[in-house]
């Protein structure tokens, strides 16, 4: 019971400092997009909540994560987690095949 604990403790904290990051990997994906305000007014939200963000004192919901991905082309996981992905890996991990082709 105790090594249970013990991991799921230790794979918290690993999750927490990704999170941790999260500030640092929006200012990355907003720099790349252009600007703070160009990157606002394309997901309508105000400059003075995306500059909370890079800095740390307040976190975007799940939608601006999602708009900010899409319109950036950044993967979510890069975004979250910082994992081991190209900032703008595509966004689909796989796309159907269109010549009918059956595996």
Request: charged share 30%; with cysteine; aromatic share 4%.
């Amino acid at each position: 019971m105790r090594v249970r604990r013990a991991r799921r403790a230790k794979r918290a904290k690993r999750v927490q400092r990704r999170i941790d990051g999260l500030p640092e990997r929006l200012r990355l994906t907003i720099a790349s997009y252009g600007s703070v305000s160009a990157t606002a007014a394309a997901i309508e939200r105000s400059e003075g909540a995306l500059r909370k963000w890079i800095r740390g004192t307040s976190e975007p919901n799940a939608s601006d994560l999602r708009s900010i991905c899409e319109l950036t082309g950044t993967h979510i996981n890069w975004l979250l987690f910082g994992e081991n992905l190209s900032p703008c890996s595509p966004l689909r991990a796989s796309v159907p095949s269109t010549t009918g082709e059956k595996k």
